[in-house]
């Protein structure tokens, strides 16, 4: 059976990217496509290292004092989280657009600090109503970095009659480094831990013949969903077409909101290591998913390539798709640069 997933309701963390569910590697297009400029260095998996960098000073943020309309704003990880080397910081100001001639103030209210230090940027983005902005550093996070973001937002004016609401404070860890690097055209997928390789993996991925290759480029895991039930049906494909299914799949990791899983999949048994008859998703035996399952955490990095006619991934929108932009490029997306981190 050739399978796309849906899963039945979705995590606060999944709402920040703004879509909601459709289907494993089709359904509705992410709204953001990614650029054809250089995403050089991002996918190369050697975390920061602390390097001498100095603030843009940032100006004062403009407050709006009986604002008409207030907006919370969404922030992953959640506070307390233990993630993956490729989580980012994601702030979303839902169904709202933040003038631009504001965003330097919003980001000088936004203060992130790593132990050890890790400098980095943060990089705005619109699509389908929504404002986000990112943190990232210009390669992964090292792993064992505690993060601390203290986002002082209160009364801060997004646009005209508009402001944010509250102040918040969060603060996550990140756990070990895990980059999962699936090759299409070999059909495998390489585990990798904090360096080490630990397992390589006979998987089936998206068939590109028929429209469904799996997205290329570095996408992170976006929850840990355990069971998953698949339909057919969320991508207009009856049951009982030659390419329908219907049922539930264990140990399911998402990497999309439009719904590319790393998942067992025991009845494509036989295609694992030889052919790719997905609608995008990674399946492997149970004993491999289970297993990486238990390895895993929101926020580890998959990294896919090898397809023939590569499909890219979105760059926001559909998941966490941010280390596919070059660090020039995703300076450029930022009001005030580089942060030091402290």
């Given at each position: 059976?050739?399978?796309?997933?849906?899963?039945?309701?979705?995590s606060?963390a999944?709402?920040?990217?703004?879509?909601?569910?459709?289907?494993?590697?089709?359904g509705?297009?992410?709204?953001?496509?990614?650029?054809k400029s250089?995403?050089?260095g991002?996918s190369d998996?050697?975390?920061?290292?602390p390097a001498p960098?100095?603030?843009k000073?940032?100006p004062?943020a403009?407050l709006?004092?009986g604002a008409?309309?207030?907006?919370?704003p969404?922030i992953?990880?959640?506070?307390?989280?233990?993630v993956?080397?490729g989580?980012?910081i994601?702030?979303?100001?839902?169904?709202?657009k933040?003038?631009?001639?504001?965003?330097?103030g919003?980001e000088g209210?936004?203060?992130?600090s790593a132990?050890?230090?890790v400098p980095g940027?943060?990089h705005w983005?619109?699509?389908?109503?929504?404002?986000?902005?990112h943190?990232?550093p210009?390669?992964?996070?090292?792993?064992?970095?505690?993060v601390?973001l203290?986002a002082r937002?209160?009364?801060?004016?997004l646009?005209?009659?508009?402001a944010?609401?509250?102040d918040?404070?969060i603060?996550?860890?990140?756990?070990?480094?895990m980059?999962?690097?699936v090759?299409?055209?070999t059909?495998?997928?390489?585990?990798?831990?904090?360096?080490?390789t630990?397992?390589?993996?006979?998987?089936?991925g998206?068939?590109?013949?028929?429209?469904?290759g799996?997205r290329?480029?570095?996408?992170?895991?976006l929850a840990?969903?355990g069971r998953v039930?698949?339909d057919?049906?969320?991508?207009?494909?009856?049951?009982n077409?030659?390419?329908g299914f219907?049922?539930?799949?264990?140990?399911s990791m998402?990497e999309?909101?439009?719904?590319e899983y790393?998942?067992?999949?025991p009845?494509?048994a036989?295609s694992?290591?030889k052919?790719?008859?997905?609608h995008g998703?990674?399946?492997?035996?149970?004993?491999?998913?289970?297993?990486?399952y238990?390895m895993?955490?929101k926020?580890?990095v998959?990294q896919?390539?090898?397809g023939?006619?590569?499909?890219?991934?979105?760059h926001?929108?559909?998941?966490?798709?941010?280390?596919?932009?070059?660090?020039?490029q995703?300076?450029?997306?930022?009001?005030l640069?580089v942060?030091?981190g402290?």
């Amino acid at each position: 059976m050739r399978r796309i997933s849906r899963c039945l309701g979705l995590s606060a963390a999944l709402a920040l990217t703004g879509l909601a569910v459709t289907a494993c590697g089709g359904g509705a297009e992410a709204e953001e496509r990614p650029a054809k400029s250089s995403a050089r260095g991002s996918s190369d998996p050697a975390p920061s290292s602390p390097a001498p960098v100095s603030e843009k000073p940032a100006p004062s943020a403009v407050l709006l004092s009986g604002a008409a309309r207030t907006v919370r704003p969404e922030i992953a990880p959640a506070n307390g989280e233990k993630v993956g080397v490729g989580q980012p910081i994601a702030i979303v100001f839902k169904q709202q657009k933040v003038a631009e001639e504001l965003r330097a103030g919003i980001e000088g209210r936004l203060k992130v600090s790593a132990s050890p230090q890790v400098p980095g940027a943060w990089h705005w983005n619109e699509s389908k109503g929504d404002t986000r902005v990112h943190f990232r550093p210009e390669k992964f996070w090292p792993a064992g970095t505690k993060v601390t973001l203290d986002a002082r937002l209160a009364g801060v004016k997004l646009a005209a009659g508009t402001a944010a609401a509250g102040d918040r404070t969060i603060s996550f860890t990140i756990g070990d480094s895990m980059v999962s690097t699936v090759d299409l055209k070999t059909h495998k997928l390489t585990v990798v831990r904090n360096g080490k390789t630990l397992r390589t993996i006979a998987i089936s991925g998206g068939d590109e013949g028929k429209g469904f290759g799996t997205r290329e480029g570095i996408k992170t895991i976006l929850a840990k969903e355990g069971r998953v039930v698949m339909d057919s049906l969320s991508i207009g494909i009856p049951r009982n077409h030659r390419d329908g299914f219907y049922g539930s799949y264990d140990y399911s990791m998402r990497e999309t909101v439009s719904g590319e899983y790393v998942h067992a999949a025991p009845d494509n048994a036989e295609s694992f290591g030889k052919e790719n008859v997905s609608h995008g998703c990674i399946g492997m035996s149970t004993d491999d998913a289970k297993w990486l399952y238990g390895m895993s955490l929101k926020g580890d990095v998959v990294q896919v390539g090898g397809g023939t006619k590569p499909k890219p991934m979105d760059h926001f929108g559909n998941g966490y798709g941010d280390w596919n932009i070059g660090w020039e490029q995703w300076l450029e997306g930022s009001a005030l640069g580089v942060r030091t981190g402290r």
